[in-house]
């Protein structure tokens, strides 16, 4: 039998120096660690994703991402017309968090306040008379707060675009809005006190505040358009905000003490 010498590799008599085996199972561990991930940051799947609809629930989520010491800000920055951040404060980006818990908090307010009052006056009316709470209140405040938060700046906002105006967003016109009413929480608690001048000096004063915000920051959107009929619009809005003001006296602060029921009249209006 016939033997051929092989010479040997001399890699491989080098040793570990001259054949090295590397890991890669360790890089890509690596790199899936340092990539973030969605699911870390909130979203509900890892899948890339295109751009979402108008319709569609991820495209309000960014509007809803908001801490809660930047609501309450906005909202009493809303009281203070002489304050600097007053024109400026939805000025890194408008929510819906905030507007949405302003008029829903609203419409708790109006109604608890409303009952109260009406109980109060009741009872100093006809000391020892039983008093019917009126739920339907609560369906009539969501009914005015809910259409004039979100109706009118979304009518005012499709009248802009129609009118060439595209420098005011839908979001923007929902956040002045919805901030703006939120004089009116603490008018309608102290709308309780059973006395109808203070009433009417705390919804004048109510009227002024939140009209007064709403003026400073939708005029210069108006004032903005090429055709100055488009200035206009602010008598409109004034108008509205009036008859808000006016609905909120009627509806929810109309209660009065009396002292003679022998007429018939009623002690709650």
Known sequence: MAYVAVDADERLEEGPEGLQFKSFLGAANTETQSAPRN????????????????WSVEYYQPY????????????????????????????????????????????LALFL??????????????????????????????????????GVPVVLWLALRYLGVGEWG????????GYGQFVWIPVSILCVIPETITRWALVGAGFGISGYYLGTNVYPILSSADAKATRLLIIVVAALHAALALT??????????????????????
């Open 170 to 177: 839908i979001v923007d016109a929902l956040g002045v809005w």
């Open 248 to 269: 909120f006296k009627v509806l929810f602060f109309s209660y009065y003490v009396v002292s003679d029921l022998s007429g018939g009249s009623d002690p709650l209006r």
């Open 113 to 150: 306040s409303s009952s109260l009052a009406a109980s109060i006056s009741k009872y100093l009316s006809a000391p020892g008379a039983e008093y019917d709470y009126n739920f339907g209140l609560l369906g009539l405040a969501a009914t005015i707060v809910y259409t004039y938060d979100f």
């Open 39 to 54: 699911v870390d940051r909130g979203y509900l799947t890892d899948q890339p994703k295109g751009p979402a609809g108008f």
């Open 64 to 107: 809803f991402d908001i801490d809660t010491s930047t609501v309450l800000k906005r909202c009493y920055t809303t009281l203070l017309p002489l304050s600097p951040s007053y024109l400026t404060s939805l000025s890194s980006g408008s929510d819906l968090y905030g507007p949405f818990w302003v008029s829903t908090t609203l419409i």
